[in-house]
Nanobody, 123 residues
Framework: VQLQASGGGLVQAGGSLRLSCATS????????LAWFRQAPGKEREFVAA????????KFADPVKGRFTISRDNLKNTGYLQMDTLVPEDTAIYYC?????????????????WGQGTQVTVSS
């Protein structure tokens, strides 16, 4: 499956962005979707995940209450709504398709990755 992440950009602290992850090549039925991020000089870290078909979600502590993850199964697309952004959210955001249908924060549970989209939050 091919993943195309989009929606990143430059935003002031307190602002919002909505990332999209369009998938193609095959259906992602029975696969959880997730977002990870990687800041300069840091390891890739988990942000949020959503199960198939979308009834369960999982969030990293730093984004709980600020980010929302969703998916449109007819469009094979995932979304990450990011509100009340802070400079620490600055990173390249990657979407990924899980090998399983449950949301997971483990990098090794994800077998397919998009190219990433840059999110920059200014103070």
């Amino acid at each position: 499956v091919q993943l195309q992440a989009s929606g990143g950009g430059l935003v002031q602290a307190g602002g919002s962005l909505r990332l999209s992850c369009a998938t193609s090549g095959r259906t992602i039925s029975n696969n959880a979707l997730a977002w990870f991020r990687q800041a300069p000089g840091k390891e890739r870290e988990f942000v949020a995940a959503i199960s198939w078909p979308g009834t369960r979600t999982k969030f990293a502590d730093p984004v709980k209450g600020r980010f929302t993850i969703s998916r449109d199964n007819l469009k094979n697309t995932g979304y990450l709504q990011m509100d009340t952004l802070v400079p620490e959210d600055t990173a390249i955001y990657y979407c990924a398709v899980s090998l399983y249908n449950s949301p997971s924060s483990r990098l090794e549970d994800y077998g397919e990755w998009g190219q990433g989209t840059q999110v920059t939050v200014s103070s």
